[in-house]
C-alpha cells in the first residue's frame, strides 16, 4: 500500500487520486458527458504523472546522489514497479467504464462509428473531411527508408500503419501518421438519422482514407493501429543567478521534445513484427513502460467532448457577481470600506478584471504591481494591465517563467508586456514565485492609498471558472504593507528574500511559513492539553511534508480536534491506534477542482483563519515565495468557516483518506441527509445578504 515512516508514498498517493477521478466516470448518476469527461482528466492527469514523476524517479534511478539536485526517494526502483502494478489495474478499469459508456451512449442513439462501419452519406462525409480539412495536414513517414527514426512528440497520437499487397508479399511497408489533434476536433459529428448521433474519431477518418494516401504506390491491404509516446518533460536549468534564463528556458523547451520516454502506449492488438520494429527504432524495452491500451488512446480530448449530442445536460450554474461588486460602481470605493473575499467559480472572476480595469483609467492609481503565474490564452489581465500602461501608470510584473508547461506562454507574455512598457522581472532562478498578490497605489490630495488583493489561484479567467478558489480584495494597510514589501524583494537587480522578514502581517515562505505553521500546530495542542479545546481544519491540494505531517500527529495524540481536506497527494497516515482524537480526513472530487488552500486554528474567539497558495509540500515551503494571509475581518471569517464546515460535511462526493488508499466514499449516518457540498456552497452564497459597513476588524 506504499506506506513507509509513518506516511503513505507521495507517487501511491497520486495514483489513489487519480483513481478517485476514475471513481467520477464510473459513477453512474453523473450525466454521460460528464462521466466521458473525467475520462478525459484522468487520462491528461496520468499523462502529466508520466512526463514529471516517473520521469524524475527514472532518473533517480539512474543517478547517484551526488549528481541529483533533488529529494531522492527510497528505492525508486521499487517505487517505479508499484506504480506500473497500480497503472495498468486502472487501465483495465478505465477500459471497462469505457466500454459501459458506449453501451449507455447507444441507448441513447449515440454512436461511434469506425472507419468500417459508415454509411454511404457517411463515407462522402469523410472522404470530403479528409480532402478539405486533413490531407494537408498529415505528413506520412515511411519509417522503413529513413536513416533515423523521426522524434515522436509527447501527447501526441500516431497512426502506425502496415501497407501490403494481396499479391506480393514484397510489397510490405511500415508507415507513420501523427493525427492532427488540436488543429481539428478528435471526435467528429457524422451525418446521422433523425434522432440519431453518429460520431467518429479523428484517426478513423484517417484509417478510412489510408487507401487515398498509399493506393496510388501498388498498396491494397492497410491496417492502422494507435501509439502514443510520452516523455520527461523536465527542463534541466543553470540555478546561477548570472546565467540567462531566458535562453536556458528556451533551450530546455526544445530538448523537452527530445526527453527520455517514459511510457510507450498502443493498441494492444496492433501487428507483433510492427510493435517489434517500433520499439527497435525507439531503442525501447520492456522495462521502459509499455502498455497495452485499447483501440483508442490519448482520452483527454474527450474532455472536449462535443457536447451537442447531448440533449439532456443541465448546465452548470451560472457563476454571478459578488452582490457588493455589482456593477456599476467602483470597486476601490467598496473595498476601502470593507473587505470582500471571491469564491470562485461560485462568483465571477470578471470583478478582479473590474478592478484592474478600473485601476487602469483612474486618473488618481499611480501604480500597479501583481504577480503572474499561470495566464489564460486570451488574457484579459494582461489586456488591463497594458491599458493602464497606456493611461499612463507605473506597472510592473513579476512573472514566473518555469510555471511547467507554462513556460512558452509566458515567454510570450514577458515579450509582449516589455513591448508595451511594463516593467517584467523574473524573480530567482532557483525557485519559483508562487504568491498571487497585487497592490495597487492611488494617490489624491496629497493622500496616498492602497489597495490590492491576496489570491489561492491564478489570475486565470478560464481556469477561475472550474477550480474553487479565494481572493481577498482589501486595503488593510498592513496586508498592502507586506505586499509591497514581497514586491521589493522581487524587483530588486539581484532578488533578495531577507527582506521577507519585515513582514509583519503576510507569512512569506520560504522565510517563515513552516515555522508559523508549526508553532499554531503546537498552540493547539497546548490549548487541547489544558482542557481548552484545541482544533485545526486544513484544506490543501496536498499534504506531503515529513515535519508537519509529524506536528499533526502529535495533536491527534494529544487530542486536538482536526480535519483535513485534502484532494490530492495526502501522505499523511491518520488512522493510528496511538490518537486520542482520530482526525477526519476526507477528499473532494466533483465537477470544480478543489484548489483553495484554508487554514483554520482554534474556535469561537480564539479563531484564526489564513488562505495561502501553499500547499504543505517540501517544494512549497523552502523553494518557492508564497504567502499565507490572514482573514481579519470578523464576517469573512465567519463566511469561509461556514463554508468549511459545509466541505467537511459532504457525503456524495467526499471519500475517506485512509491507510488502505480504499477511496471509500462518505455516506450520510441514519437520518442525516445528503449533501453535496459544491452545491450547497453556491446556494449559500448566492443567497448571502451583504451590507457596506465598516470593516469588522
Known sequence: MGVKKQGVNRDISWLAFNGRVLQEAADEENHIYDRLRFLGIFSNNLDEFFRVRVATLNRMARSSVNKLKMHLEDNPEKILTRIMLIVLTQQQQFEKIYRDLVVVMEGKKIYFKTDKQLTKEQKLFVENYFEERLHTRILPLMIESIPSMPLLRDRSIYLACVLGHSKSAMMHRYALIEIPVGDLPRVVVLPSAKGVHDLILLEDIVRYNLPYLFAPFGFDKFMGHLIK??????????????????????KGIKNRKKGKATRFVYDKQIDANLLEFMMKRLSLNKKDHMVPGGRIHNFKDFMDFPREVFLDINPRPKAFVHPLLTQPCRIMDIISKKDVLLHFPYHSFDSVIDLLREAAIDPSVVS?????????????????LVNAVRNGKQ?????ELKARFDEEANLMWKKRLE??????????PEMKIHAKICVIKRREFNKTTQFGFVSTGNLNESTAKVYADHCLLTSNR????????????????IPNLTGLKSCRTLIPAPISMRKFFQAQILKQISLSKRKKGGSLVVKLNSLTDEQLIQNLYDAAKAGVKSSFVVRGIFCGVMDQKSFKKQPQSISIVDQYLE?????????????????????????????????ACPIIDKDIQTELSHIMNIQLKENEK?????????????VPEEGEPWLRSQVAIHEYLKNKEYTIESRSY
Open 654 to 666: 467526499a471519500r475517506i483518506l485512509d491507510t488502505a488508499l480504499s477511496n471509500q466514499y462518505v
Open 368 to 384: 500597479i504591481r501583481v504577480t503572474l503565474y499561470r495566464l489564460a490564452k486570451d488574457s484579459r489581465v494582461i489586456n488591463a
Open 595 to 627: 484548489h483553495a488552500r484554508v487554514f483554520i486554528f482554534g474556535e469561537e474567539e480564539q479563531k484564526q483563519v489564513f488562505i495561502s497558495s501553499a500547499d504543505w509540500m517540501v517544494r512549497n515551503l523552502d523553494y518557492r515565495v508564497e504567502v
Open 395 to 399: 506597472v510592473s510584473a513579476v512573472i
Open 419 to 428: 513591448e508595451e512598457g511594463v516593467k517584467v522581472y523574473i524573480g530567482l
Open 478 to 493: 498592513q496586508i498592502m504593507a507586506d505586499i509591497n514589501r514581497v514586491f521589493d524583494c522581487l524587483e530588486r537587480p
Open 229 to 250: 509516446v510520452t516523455r520527461d518533460a523536465e527542463l534541466e536549468l543553470d540555478n546561477d543567478f548570472h546565467s540567462n534564463l531566458i535562453d536556458d528556458l528556451e
